[in-house]
C-alpha cells in the first residue's frame, strides 16, 4: 500500500467526538513531567499537517509511513496488533545455515570455552548465523525519525516481536502501545561469557539511542507467548532469545517513561551498556531519565541498571515474585534517586535485595515501602550484603516532576491505571 493511501482521513473527525474530549493522537508531554520536559519539551509530532497523519495496520504499512516524508512531524496511529516477526524463524535463514551443524562445530567438548566465534569466516555454521541475523535483523527494525508521535488507537493496538529504534533523533512521543518482545532467532554462543558460556540475543522492544526529547507513556513491555521459561538449554546453558524490553544508551538524554506496565522479563530495563572508556566519553553528563508511575512485575532484574545518568524514579509499583534477582543496578557513575515507591515482595525475597551494587556510587533512597512498611532501601541491603556497602547521597535533587502520590498509595493508582488500552 502507498504511503498516500495510508494518510488519515480527517476531516468531520473532530466534530464527531465529545468537545471536552482532548486528542491524544496530538498530547504533548505536560510541563516538568520529568527529564522529558527539559529545556524544549517533548511534543512529538504534535504540529504535524494532515498529509502526515497516518493510520496503520501491517508492519509494511507502518515502515512506510514512519519513512514518508523525513524529519517532518508527523502522527503514526497504530490500529490492532501489528505482527512485526516475519513467518517464522525458516524465512530468515541464509541458505546453508542449519542449527544441528551449529551446536555440533561449537560444542565445548569440540571448541573449548577459552576462544569467542568472532573470527569464524562467511561460510562457517557462526558466518551463516551472522547472515541470518542480518536478515531477522533487516526484517524487525523500524527507525522512527524525529517529531513523530506513535499512538495505538483504541485498547488493543501493539506490535508482536517489532524492535523501535529511536536513533539519533529529537523529539519522539510512543503511547498507548503493547509490546510482545521479539524472539532473535539465532543468538550467538559465546564460549568465555562467564566459566560456562553463555547465548546472547539481539532485539530490544525499544531502544533510544543517541536520541533527546523522548516520551514512552502508557504502554505495556512483555514477553507474551514466549517467556523464558518456554526456552530450551545448550550447551548447559538456556537458550535465550530476549534481550531488553527498554534500553536507553549512546548518550541519549531527556527522557521520561511514565505510566508505563513492565512485566515477565530477565534484562528488561539498560541506561548506558558499558563501563569501558569510549562509552564513558559518550555517556557521562547524559542519560537524564525519569520513570513514574511504572508497574514493574514478575521481572529478574534491571529495572533499571544504571550507569553514568541522573535517573530519577518515583511513584513506580515493583512486584517481586520467585526468581526475582533485583530492581535498580547500581553502576558506574551512576546517580540515581530513588523515592517514594512502593515494592510488594513475595515470600522468601527480601528487600536487601531490592539494590544491587556493580560500581561505587552513591544513591538517594527516601520514603520508599515494602510490604506496606516504610524502608530505608540502603541500610536493609548493607545490613542483608556483607561487602557490598552502598552510600547515601545521589548529589542533586529532581525538580522536574508533576504531582507526587503518597507512596503506599501507589499500588492502588498505578495498578489501576499504567499500561496500553488506559490512556485518557
Known amino acids: 500500500m502507498s504511503c498516500t493511501a495510508l494518510v488519515l482521513a480527517v476531516t468531520g473527525t473532530a ?71 516475519g513467518p517464522d524463524c525458516a524465512s530468515f535463514q541464509a541458505p546453508g545455515y542449519d542449527f544441528a551443524t551449529y551446536l555440533d562445530t561449537y560444542s565445548p567438548e569440540k571448541w573449548g570455552r577459552e576462544r569467542t566465534l568472532d573470527e569464524e569466516p562467511a561460510d562457517s555454521p557462526e558466518g551463516l548465523r551472522r547472515a541470518s541475523a542480518a536478515r531477522q535483523d533487516a526484517f524487525i527494525k523500524a527507525f522512527v525519525p524525529a517529531n513523530t508521535t506513535i499512538v495505538g488507537i483504541g485498547r488493543d493496538a501493539g506490535f508482536k516481536g517489532a524492535s523501535l529504534q529511536i536513533k539519533d533523533v529529537d523529539n519522539v512521543i510512543v503511547r498507548n502501545l503493547t509490546f510482545e518482545s521479539p524472539l532473535d532467532c539465532f543468538p550467538q554462543w559465546d564460549p568465555t561469557d562467564t566459566a560456562d558460556g553463555n547465548w546472547n540475543s539481539e532485539y530490544d522492544s525499544a531502544v533510544i539511542y543517541g536520541s533527546t526529547q523522548v516520551w514512552i507513556d502508557h504502554n505495556t513491555f512483555t514477553d507474551g507467548d514466549h517467556p523464558d521459561s518456554t526456552h530450551p538449554y545448550h550447551y548447559g546453558r538456556i537458550y535465550e ?86 530492581s535498580f543496578g547500581i553502576g558506574m557513575e551512576s546517580q540515581l534517586v530513588a523515592e517514594h515507591n512502593a515494592f510488594t515482595l513475595a515470600d522468601g525475597v527480601t528487600a536487601g535485595s531490592i539494590l544491587k551494587k556493580w560500581k561505587e556510587a552513591p544513591l538517594t533512597a527516601d520514603d520508599n515501602y515494602v510490604n506496606g512498611v516504610r524502608t ?29 502520590d503518597p507512596a503506599r498509595a501507589v499500588p492502588g493508582i498505578v495498578d489501576h491505571r499504567a499500561g496500553a488500552g488506559r490512556l485518557g
Do not use: C, M
Open 15 to 85: 466534530a464527531a467526538q465529545p468537545a471536552h474530549r482532548a486528542d491524544v493522537t496530538r498530547q504533548v508531554l505536560p510541563a516538568n513531567d520529568g527529564w522529558g520536559a527539559h529545556g524544549t519539551g517533548t511534543t512529538g509530532g504534535a504540529a504535524a499537517a494532515r498529509a502526515h497523519v497516518y493510520t496503520v495496520t501491517t508492519w509494511e504499512e507502518f515502515k512506510a509511513a514512519l519513512a514518508d516524508g523525513g524529519s517532518a512531524p508527523k502522527i503514526v496511529r497504530v490500529s490492532g496488533t501489528i505482527d512485526a516477526d
Open 241 to 326: 532469545q530476549h534481550d531488553g524490553e527498554l534500553d536507553i544508551v549512546k548518550g541519549a538524554d531527556y527522557v521520561t517513561a511514565s505510566w508505563n506496565v513492565f512485566r515477565d522479563h530477565d534484562k528488561t530495563i539498560l541506561i548506558g551498556n558499558s563501563d569501558s572508556a569510549a562509552t564513558a566519553a559518550v555517556d557521562r553528563g547524559h542519560l537524564k531519565v525519569t520513570f513514574h508511575h511504572n508497574l514493574f512485575a514478575n521481572l529478574v532484574e534491571r529495572a533499571p541498571r544504571v550507569r553514568f545518568g541522573q535517573v530519577d524514579s518515583y511513584n513506580n509499583h515493583f512486584v517481586a515474585e520467585p526468581g526475582y534477582g533485583y
Open 376 to 404: 530505608d532501601l540502603i541500610a536493609v541491603h548493607n545490613a542483608e550484603v556483607p561487602g557490598e556497602t552502598l552510600q547515601s547521597g545521589a548529589g542533586w535533587t529532581p525538580t522536574l516532576r508533576t504531582r507526587v
